[in-house]
């Protein structure tokens, strides 16, 4: 059975606790990590979640992980799953590392937003290197590397805790395709190694469930893209 590492906190801050982003009365915003396969459909939900909530008056704040462009390990990231570097890619955990650190690069921009927003939406976080980790070396959600990534990432490197996950439920085969056709439409998007690989899609959407199954750090909720609204009004409160 999944367990957070032990001395890790149960949620982001002790005695933060509230039904939904209209109670927010402590002045830090609700912190919700969008995950999903390439391609499922993350950026569009993403969207539609921050129009709705910017509809009824909330102050919404957005980040995608990784951040290429911005961040030179998500830079070096992106190299390597293009064929660069050597054999960087080979190794689950330096491939790991990399996006690990990326993120802790921006925990100052993570609290900012969250001191100055009702709700910060993340594109990606944490669970993904759990979940590409773990399908990579074929483990399940409770295996070596996940816990290695979160005593890593929520423990040694302080990042704040999501108060929900968002898993994009959509099949492998249905992102895969969509994958494909953003980089057909797109030659700035062509796929990397991860992408191209159906068998690491396949077994990192396993991953993603069993870690949704067990709430793995805080709450999940498994919607698809359709279900934006309904799920925006549950999690606003």
């Known amino acids: 059975m999944l367990s957070r590492p032990g001395g890790l906190p149960a949620r982001r801050t002790q005695g933060h606790r509230r039904t939904g982003v209209a ?41 995608a992980f990784p951040r290429y462009g911005q961040s030179i390990h998500a830079d070096i990231a992106a190299e390597a799953l293009r064929g660069g570097h050597g054999d960087l890619t080979d190794s689950v955990y330096a491939m790991a590392m990399l996006f690990a650190l990326d993120r802790r690069a921006a925990i100052g921009a993570i609290e900012s937003a969250l001191t100055g927003c009702d709700v910060v939406l993340l594109d990606r976080y944490v669970a993904s290197n759990a979940a590409y980790s773990a399908a990579r070396m074929h483990q399940d959600a409770d295996g070596a590397v996940t816990r290695w990534v979160g005593e890593l990432e929520f423990g040694r490197f302080g990042l704040p805790i999501p108060d929900h996950h968002v898993f994009v439920d959509v099949s492998p085969a249905v992102a895969i395709d969509r994958a494909r ?3 057909d439409s797109d030659t700035s998007r062509a796929r990397d190694a991860y992408e191209r690989d159906t068998g690491l899609q396949d077994r990192t959407d396993g991953v993603y469930r069993q870690l949704a199954q067990a709430n793995w750090y805080s709450p999940w909720v498994l919607l698809d893209t359709a279900s934006a609204i309904d799920v925006a009004d549950r999690l606003l409160g």
């Not at 999903?36 to 569009?44: S, V």
């Open 181 to 183: 056709a953003r980089a």
């Open 23 to 63: 109670d927010n009365i402590s002045g830090v915003g609700e912190l919700i990590a969008v995950e999903g396969l390439d391609g499922a459909g993350k950026r569009t939900l993403v969207d539609a979640l921050t129009r709705r909530w910017q509809a009824r008056g909330a102050r919404v704040s957005t980040l």
